[in-house]
């Protein structure tokens, strides 16, 4: 579930479209904000929820689950011991809707006031108990909390439980849900968004010179992995292969990126998958649209592989959903190989002339590749990359 579509084929195909889900912000708290655009969700997900579930829920929990469910259902519900199905759900900020909201309420109208279910709608660990609960997962139900690498990193935790014997299946991926006064601020206070008041389509230019900031997005992107023989066994169908996954950190800074330890990563993961840097055809980039990052990712993807991978940036069109993102952006890879298409980067009209990549923009790009990669970076000098292969 994106800015794009409640779901994941309609989120592929507006990537494919080049549509862009970055909107004003036409709510009244938002007047006084030096921000004035974000990438809210399509569809509000509690009206996808019987209204006695969505209630107990925090909009985060709500995603996660519709979206762990779609996830589901697409993989055929695979007939698995409850024991041997593990649950791997990251987050960057958790329940902050309902922490923020529950303050409100508690300054406001004091302790009766406050909702029964605030604690189990506040906890990061949440959307994962949630999902673990609604498919009778008892491998474990496990929370990265790892900035807006949380949705990679629980992919590359996901295979590691499948490779250690510990689940055949893994249902993995990641959440956000954090449009709020404060945080849009938080983040604003520390120059991290745009604060362009143009078209908010154009806003969000990852590579692009005009690129002046990231947009805050929400959302949520959940995979199915299993273990290759289990797969085979019952007949299941695949969109392709978790080949390799690597996680590093910088170790440098808490906000700024970091080449070296994100080029690290990406070799990692090329080792891990047994690749060599001319196998990746096609590279996700984490690209949010800021100079620093984009730079740093850009050096790191060339020191890495080189320059003659397609590169795409759908942040370009999602805005970032931060937690949610690092999922989001491997299925954006997956499907790539999967379809033979790499989503063009939107508002990419003057590449960076320090940006040394084939940077995919117009229209998208077509062809056969075999090998994909998804790169993730968050706060705090965490970085993950992962390798799909067909």
């Known amino acids: 579930m994106t800015p ?45 929820l019987p209204r006695t579930e969505a209630r107990k829920l925090d909009r985060g929990e709500q995603v996660a689950l519709l979206s762990a469910r779609e996830a589901w259902q697409d993989a055929g519900a695979p007939q698995v011991e409850p ?13 902050v809707l309902t922490t923020l909201g529950q303050d409100d309420i508690f300054e406001r109208a004091g302790i009766r006031r406050l909702s029964p279910f605030a604690v189990p709608m506040l906890m990061p660990n949440g959307p994962a108990a949630w999902v673990s609960m609604d498919l009778g997962a008892k491998g474990g139900a496990r929370t990265p909390v790892s900035a807006c690498a949380s949705g990679a990193e629980a ?13 055949d299946v893994v249902v993995a991926g990641g959440v956000e849900a954090c449009l709020h006064p404060f945080t849009i601020a938080a983040f604003a206070q520390m120059k991290a968004l745009s604060t362009r008041s143009v078209d908010p389509e154009t806003v969000s230019r990852p590579f692009d010179v005009e690129r002046s900031g990231f947009v805050m ?25 978790l080949a390799g ?10 906000t700024s990126s970091d080449a070296d330890g994100q080029s690290f990563a990406i070799e990692l993961a090329l080792r891990d998958a047994g690749l ?24 790191a ?36 190989l999967r379809d033979g298409t790499v989503p063009a980067t939107r508002n990419l009209d003057e590449l960076d002339p320090r940006v040394e990549l084939d ?19 968050g706060f705090g000098g965490h970085n993950v990359s992962l390798v799909f292969t067909t």
């Open 83 to 95: 024991e041997r199905l593990a649950v791997v759900i990251g987050t960057g900020t958790g329940g």
């Open 155 to 167: 992919l590359a935790l996901g295979q590691d439980l499948i490779r250690n014997g510990r689940a």
């Open 359 to 377: 940077v995919v923009r117009g229209e998208p790009r077509t062809g056969r590749w075999t090998a994909a990669l998804a790169n993730s970076f």
């Open 217 to 241: 997005g929400e959302g949520a992107g959940m995979m199915v992995l299993e273990r290759a023989e289990f797969a085979r066994a019952r007949g299941g169908r695949a969109h392709g292969t």
């Open 276 to 299: 060599d840097p001319a196998d990746i055809g096609v590279v996700h980039a984490h690209a949010t649209s800021t100079e620093s990052g984009d730079l740093a990712e850009a050096e």
């Open 4 to 48: 794009l579509g409640a779901d994941a084929p309609s989120s592929w195909s507006g990537l494919l479209d080049g549509k862009s889900g970055v909107r004003f912000l036409e709510e009244e708290w938002a007047a006084d904000l030096p921000v004035h655009v974000a990438a809210g969700l399509m569809v509000d997900p509690a009206s996808l």
């Open 301 to 336: 993807i060339g020191r890495a592989i080189g320059g003659h991978a397609a590169v795409t940036a759908t942040k370009s069109m999602t805005g970032h959903m931060m937690g949610a993102s690092g999922t989001v952006g491997a299925m954006a890879a997956l499907f790539a």
């Open 245 to 254: 996954s690597a996680v590093s950190s910088s170790a440098n800074h808490i």
